[in-house]
């Protein structure tokens, strides 16, 4: 592993502990005073800190040092949990990330506002220890305070480290200096003794290897998952920590797990202050006493904080980098995203390879031959699932995020607004879930903006003050939908109407469904704010994040009832690369149906068919659906007669989306096949009713319908027709 590759690590694993430090805050707000949510705060910034001090990156061990020392007064209850004091940490840790994305080269860090979130903190901190005043002589009582905290209301004692480095140490680019840096800022270390046993004969050493090793005594409040965790990077680094009260054996136990001699060891441990003198006489007896290095003369036992630890005489032996043979093995490591693309590309490539030797075979006419393509193609599928599972991830990640943006537009807006989410587990390819991401932000942005009332004009309409945005997500006939529903006051379909009328996107007496109302939200330029906002009003946003939803081969669609609110529903893909599709022959060409939006196929007879305004129906056991004749639909020169079906019969497929059904007349079917899907490209982008194309195994093309687009397109040609009539 290299240092970039570590360094990437790093990153990954800040911006995770960032985000949970950001859910954890949003949970303070509501309840202030939750000692694990405080403290899931303190350890994010101070793991964060931590490995920040492995690789040397001083700026963010700099900023963090000032939160971490706020986030500890407010573990100790010197510092009272406020408004003001959430939205400070929030802007601390939205700080932070500016620095670790710097290290990607994504932005630049504004020194002069990093400067002022510390100057903040450090306000914060001496305001709360003092008065009214603040001139320095205050504020040096406050870190006298501080430094005087362990006899005060925590639980002190100390630790034996025995550590000893990988040899691939230095390769994974770590600094051993920042190491102990680390470990100073823990507590005090009283006594550190480097072991030297380990290195080799001069002729033998590797410069580039690392022999290290220490044995060293550390007094701190800390426990030993918190000291634990400034090794947690080091893979391969041995570390056992024993505290103050371990027995005589659990250093003979020590001894042998590192296969050196007790005697070289226990000079070690009387040099770094472990033992005394008597202890050593002891440990060489081999009698059992306790270790009590450097006793501390008071210990003031706090009910509140139990003990960590401390009560057991055990070994805790660490591998860093690795699972506690008590604890169940992680099963999932980090992959590189690009290297998962990478994955379902070939797989793609090895299904378009794999339907041209398909077919290649079913012309050889031998049997063996095709039940061994069979057998491949059967593996294939479940590689190409298996590929595609990799990249599928819970959409409740991305809904996280927007409690954030929920609580900072409702303080923007002056309204009492809240979020709730549902359907959290419901997963979805994280490329869609990446450019879903922003259109998502605009529409809950515009729900709270345009749907959520003032709170004195909710209670005056006998609602609660506090307004609700409801995020959902579920799957639906192979797609997933997602719903931003909100409590407010609906859209006003008239008012979207005149509007549309005064701008000149439709005629006054143009007959229109209230979808097709509310779909005109959508238009370039539209809007029915009389002002604008810093939120809205401009007219901008709207049609890009339709743009947006339907590049993904997606759909949106809105519905509203008066003083009830408005639900927007957003239907996406599962997934942007592979599907199942059925094919189907239309006049001389090839199509493919997504398998998941099948309802079934029948053959029935042409005197099913009835036709208004040109459409034609189809009785399905006594339910009547509109039927569309692919080959005239998309071919204007193709006859509309039904003579071209031979013996009086036709093959259907029936379809849905949503609570919709029609059915497709076609040619021919063809049978299930695996479609790679491929983008129709700029000269086609606009192109309505298909997704993409795919490549057939004879080198030939064959586009992929978008039935949802199709249906909605069939029922505006019918209602086009119907208003001219």
């Not at 630049?108 to 901190?125: N, P």
């Not at 051993?176 to 480097?194: E, R, T």
């Not at 590309?345 to 041209?356: Q, R, T």
Request: hydrophobic share 40%; charged share 25%.
């Amino acid at each position: 592993m290299d240092i970039n590759e570590d360094k990437q690590i790093f990153i990954c694993e800040a911006i995770e502990l960032l985000d949970n430090m950001e859910s954890a805050l949003l949970g303070l707000e509501q309840n202030t005073d939750d000692p694990e949510l405080i403290n899931e705060v303190f350890r994010a910034a101070h793991t964060v800190k931590g490995s920040a001090g492995l690789f040397g990156f001083d700026n963010i061990i700099e900023f963090t040092h000032e939160l971490e020392t706020l986030l500890d007064d407010i573990r100790n209850s010197f510092v009272s949990i406020d408004n003001d004091l959430i939205s400070l940490l929030m802007k601390a840790k939205d700080y932070l990330v500016t620095l670790i994305e710097e290290l990607e080269g994504k932005c630049s860090a504004d020194l002069e506002l990093g400067q002022s979130i510390q100057a903040l903190l450090m306000a914060k901190i001496v305001s709360d220890h003092t008065s009214m005043h603040s001139d320095q002589a205050e504020i040096v009582a406050v870190d006298n305070q501080r430094q005087n905290r362990h006899s005060e209301n925590q639980i002190v004692q100390n630790y034996h480290l025995s550590i000893r480095l990988s040899q691939d140490t230095f390769e994974q680019g770590f600094d051993v200096k920042f190491l102990f840096k680390n470990i100073a800022q823990l507590g005090i270390i009283n006594g550190n003794s480097a072991v030297k046993d380990r290195i080799p004969p001069l002729f033998e050493l590797l410069p580039e290897s690392c022999f290290l090793g220490w044995e060293l005594s550390l007094t701190t409040d800390a426990d030993i998952s918190q000291i634990s965790e400034v090794f947690e990077l080091m893979e391969g680094t041995q570390v056992t920590i024993l505290p103050e009260n371990s027995k005589l054996q659990a250093f003979h136990d020590l001894a042998e797990q590192l296969g050196e001699e007790e005697s070289s060891l226990l000079g070690l441990w009387l040099h770094c202050k472990t033992f005394t003198e008597s202890q050593a006489d002891a440990f060489l007896a081999n009698k059992e006493v306790d270790v009590d290095v450097a006793s501390i003369e008071e210990k003031i036992a706090s009910e509140d904080k139990p003990k960590s630890n401390t009560s057991s005489s055990k070994t805790t032996n660490q591998k860093v980098g690795k699972e506690s043979p008590s604890k169940k093995a992680k099963t999932f490591i980090r992959v590189d995203a690009d290297k998962l693309d990478h994955l379902v590309n070939l797989v793609g490539e090895l299904i378009l390879s794999s339907a041209k030797l398909n077919q290649l075979t079913e012309s050889s006419g031998n049997r063996l031959l095709i039940e061994s393509v069979a057998d491949m193609a059967d593996v294939l599928e479940d590689t190409r699932d298996t590929a595609l599972g990799l990249r599928m991830v819970p959409i409740g990640g991305a809904f996280t995020r927007f409690h954030r943006v929920v609580r900072d537009t409702a303080q923007e807006l002056d309204k009492k607004i809240i979020l709730k989410t549902s359907g959290d587990d419901t997963e979805l390819d994280k490329v869609v879930i990446e450019k879903i991401a922003d259109p998502l932000t605009h529409m809950v942005r515009n729900a709270m903006d345009h749907g959520i009332e003032m709170p004195e004009d909710r209670l005056k309409k006998g609602k609660n003050e506090q307004g609700t945005i409801h995020l959902n997500a579920y799957h639906e006939s192979g797609n997933i939908a997602i719903e931003v529903v909100d409590d407010g006051k609906g859209l006003d379909r008239d008012r979207i109407f005149n509007r549309a009328v005064d701008v000149g996107l439709v005629s006054s007496d143009t007959r229109l469904s209230d979808n097709e109302i509310y779909q005109l939200i959508f238009a370039p330029g539209f809007s029915t704010a009389e002002q604008a906002s810093n939120l809205s009003g401009r007219g901008v946003g709207m049609d890009v994040v339709k743009s947006n939803i339907e590049a993904l081969r997606g759909s949106v669609d809105l519905e509203s009832t008066p003083n009830k609110g408005c639900r927007t529903i957003i239907k996406l893909p599962l997934t942007l690369a592979i599907i199942d599709g059925l094919k189907v022959g239309v006049g001389e060409h090839s199509m493919i149906i997504p398998l998941d939006s099948v309802f079934e196929c029948i053959t029935t007879d042409l005197e099913q068919f009835s036709g208004v305004h040109e459409c034609d129906f189809i009785d399905l056991r006594g339910e009547v659906l509109p039927l569309i004749r692919l080959d005239s639909y998309f071919y204007q020169n193709f006859p509309k007669t039904m003579q071209q079906y031979q013996h009086g019969k036709a093959s259907v497929v029936v379809v849905q989306s949503g609570n919709e059904k029609v059915g497709l007349l076609v040619g021919q079917l063809f049978g299930e096949m695996q479609a790679v899907i491929k983008p129709l490209g700029l000269v086609f982008q606009g192109l309505q009713g298909f997704t993409g194309f795919t490549i057939l195994g004879s080198g030939a093309l064959a586009l992929i319908l978008d039935i949802p687009m199709l249906i909605k397109g069939v029922a505006k040609q019918e209602r086009k027709r119907f208003n001219q009539a």
